[in-house]
């Protein structure tokens, strides 16, 4: 990131106020670009699945490895919550 370069350029200079100032700014463009990600993913994840997830079927295309492994987490819980309900009642 270009903000990382400019801090490490700061620091190297002297300039350790400027080199935080850079670091700063890189680190709140990095959370927001992980930010930005995740709705992404979850966007993606929710329009692929709208139809399939009644029928138990989940598509986890499009997403990265991280981002399929905590929605699947999250559907299997979501499942297992649901048919341990359905399971007390009867």
Do not use: W
Not at 20 to 31: A, V
Request: net charge neutral.
């Amino acid at each position: 990131m270009e903000c990382y370069s400019k801090a490490k350029e700061a620091y190297r200079m002297g300039k350790k106020n400027v080199a935080t100032f850079y670091t700063q700014q890189g680190s709140l463009h990095e959370q927001k670009m992980k930010e930005a990600n995740h709705l992404a993913a979850v966007e993606i994840f929710e329009k692929v699945n709208a139809s399939l997830l009644p029928q138990n079927v989940l598509d986890l295309h499009g997403l990265h490895v991280d981002e399929a492994i905590e929605h699947l987490m999250t559907v299997l819980q979501q499942k297992t919550e649901g048919s341990l309900k359905l399971n007390r009642g009867a």
